[in-house]
């Protein structure tokens, strides 16, 4: 139970800090309006970064549910041979439905992450946007 804590825990985690990085871009876009003039390329490279950023933690995601998913295959094939024999020890089942679980966590933080590179990479090309405007402005 305390390990879905910590993932729903790092679920919320990522989602408040893609609200206040909404925020914060929303609030630079009306000190932008209002005239203020802010430096787009330090703009666009943190977007880049924070880009890579997240590019890397999926990829981390992607390769720890690739080992839970192998880890869960061995454990229920484990199952399956204990089975046969005498019955399933109760303990493997915790261990498969923790499993299980821990799947179907990383399998929805992995749709966030999707959808956070998505919204990084559309981000990034409205950035790319308002660099050349700006530019276009100050000739």
Known sequence: SSSGDSTTDR???????????????????????EG???????MYEDALAENEKLKSKLDESKQELAKIRTQLDKVT???????????VLETEKREKRAL?????????????????KSDNQRLK??????????SKLSK
Do not use: W
Request: charged share 45%.
């Open 11 to 33: 679920l919320l985690g990522r989602t408040s800090s893609y609200t206040r990085r909404e925020n914060r871009l929303a609030s630079l876009s009306k000190a932008d309006e």
């Open 36 to 42: 203020s003039s802010k430096d787009y390329k330090k």
């Open 77 to 87: 094939k484990r199952q399956d041979r204990i089975s046969e024999r005498s019955g």
């Open 100 to 116: 299980e679980k821990k799947v179907t966590e990383m399998e929805e933080e992995l749709k966030v992450l999707i959808e956070l």
């Open 125 to 134: 090309d409205e950035n790319g946007a308002l660099i050349r405007v700006i």
